[in-house]
C-alpha cells in the first residue's frame, strides 16, 4: 500500500466498537427485554452507518484505517478499510439490522432461553466479524479470526442440548485447529518477509521461498481459511452446526462465519500470496479442484437431506465454493463473479433461513416432507423462499444469475471450459433440491393442521420479505444504493494490477 493511497481515519475503529460498547448494555438489560433489542438494534444501525459513510472513498481506491499499536517491528494491530474490507463490512453491518428484528420475532416466538446472551453474543460476534473485514495486516485478521470463533461458540450451543453441546464441540474443534494452522503459516511468512501485511498482487519476498516450504505455507493457510469456508474435507462441521437457533444458522451461513471463511480465502490468495505466484506454483489447479469437487458433491448430499435446515446447509457449502472457484480462474472478470456472490449469497441464503426459522416457530416443522401446501397458509414466506431458490438456481432476475453469469464470462475469458461447466451443472442440481420444495409447498393439498395458520409473526415475516426484495433488486440493479459492482470491480482491479480492467469488466458484463 503507497501512502498516497492511505488516509488515516478512526472510522474503521469506531465502526468495530459500535456492536462492541453494546455488549454490555445488552447484558446489563436482561430483566427489560424491550431496552435490551433497543440496544441491539441501535448498535447495528450505527456500525451500518459508519461503514456506508466509508463507500465513496472506497469506490475510488482509497484505503483509510489507523494501527492502534506495534506488537514487534512488522507486527502493527491495525485496522485499515480498503475496497474489499468495505464491500464485507456493507453486507454484513447492514443485514445485521434486518436479522436482529428477525431474531425479536424469532427468539420470543420460540420461547427460548437466555436470551440476553444470545443477543450479546451476536453484537460481540458482529464486531469481530468487522474487525476480520478491516484487519490491515494476517496477524490482525487472525485475532479477529479466532475472537469469531469463540464469541459464535455460545450461539452454537444455545439451546444446551446434546445435539448442540456435541455440535458446539465439532465446531470449535474445527475451527480453532484452523486458527493455529494459519498462525504457523503466519509465523513462517513474517520470518521470512519481516512483514504480515496484506499488499494487492502478494508479498514479493514469498518469491525466494523455497518451493516445498512455500506449498506448505500455502496448504496450511488454505487450510486455516478453508474450515470457515467449508471446503471439503473441511466442512462437516457445518451442517452439524444447524443444531442452533435458526437466527445463528443465518448468521453462521450468510452473514458472518462462513464469509469470513471466503473473504480469507481473497485475502490471503490475493493479497498475502499473490494471484502471479500462485499461477507459478499452479496453486490455482489445487483450488479449482477442490472448489469444483465441493460443488458438485455438496449440491449432490443436499438431496439427501429432508431437514430443511441441513438442506440449506450443504447448499452453502457447495456456494461458498463458487466464491473459491472464482478465485481459481484466475481473471479479472471471473474474480468480479467470486465476489459478488459474497454478497448475492448472503441476501438469497439469509432469506431462505429466516424462512426456515419462521416455519419452525409458526408450525413447528422442521422437515421438508411436512410442507405441503404451506404457501397457501404462508403465501409470503414462500414467496420470498421460491426467490431465493431461483437465485441460487442461478435464474434471472435474482442476483444470484448475475453473480454466477459473471462467474460464467470468466470462465470464458480465461479460456477455462470445466469451471464453467461447473456452473451449469450446478445450477440444475440447485434447481433439482430446491424446486422440489417449491412444487410440495404450492402443489399439494395441506393437512388439516394448516388450516388458517397465516403467515408467522410481522417481526419475522417482514425481514424475509426485506431480504428477498434486495435479491430481486440487486439482481436487477448491482449497483444500486451501494456500488456493489463497482468495489467488486475495483477490487479485481487492485489485485490484478491493470488499470484497464474496470472497463473491460464493464463492457463484458454489461453494466453501463
Known sequence: MSPADFTFSWIP???????????????????????????????????????VSLIPGALEGKTVGLTLFELAPGLPFELEADPFGVLFALIASGLWIVTSFYSMGYMRGNKEKKQTRFFASFALCLSSTIGVAFAGNLF????????L????YPLVVHKETDAAIQASRKYLSYTLTAGLLLIAAAGIIYMHAGTLDFQAGGLKELRSMPEPLMLSVFLMMLAGVGVKAGIMPLHSWLPSAMAAPTPVSALLHA????????????RVTGFVIGFDLMKEMSYDTILMVLSGFTILVASLLAFKQDNLKRRLAYSTVGHLSYIVLGVAIMSPIGLTGSILHIAAHATMKI??????????????KENISQLDGIAREMPWTMGAFTIGAMGLAGMPPVNGFFSKWTLGLGSLEAGL???????VGSGLLNAGYFFPIV???????????????????PWMTVPIVITASLSVLFGLYPD????????????????????DSLSFIHESVKIP
Open 255 to 266: 452473514v458472518a462465519v462462513v464469509k469470513s471463511g471466503v473473504f480469507g480465502v481473497i
Open 351 to 364: 432469506t431462505l433461513f429466516f424462512v426456515a426459522g419462521s416455519v419452525y416457530v409458526h408450525l413447528h
Open 13 to 51: 475503529f469506531f465502526a468495530l466498537l459500535a456492536s462492541l460498547v453494546a455488549v454490555p448494555f445488552i447484558a446489563l438489560s436482561g430483566s427489560r427485554p424491550n431496552l435490551r433489542e433497543s440496544w441491539t438494534v441501535l448498535a447495528a444501525v450505527v456500525k451500518f452507518g459508519l461503514v
Open 417 to 423: 471450459w470445466i469451471p464453467l461447466a461447473i456452473l
Open 149 to 152: 470463533t469463540l464469541s459464535t
Open 140 to 147: 490482525t485478521f487472525i485475532f479477529f479470526y479466532e475472537v
Open 439 to 457: 412444487y410440495r409447498a404450492y402443489f399439494k393439498k395441506p393437512g388439516v393442521e394448516l388450516n388458517g395458520v397465516g403467515e408467522a409473526s
Open 480 to 499: 444500486l444504493f451501494f456500488g456493489i459492482f463497482e468495489l467488486a470491480s475495483t477490487v479485481a482491479i487492485q489485485l490484478f494490477a491493470s488499470q
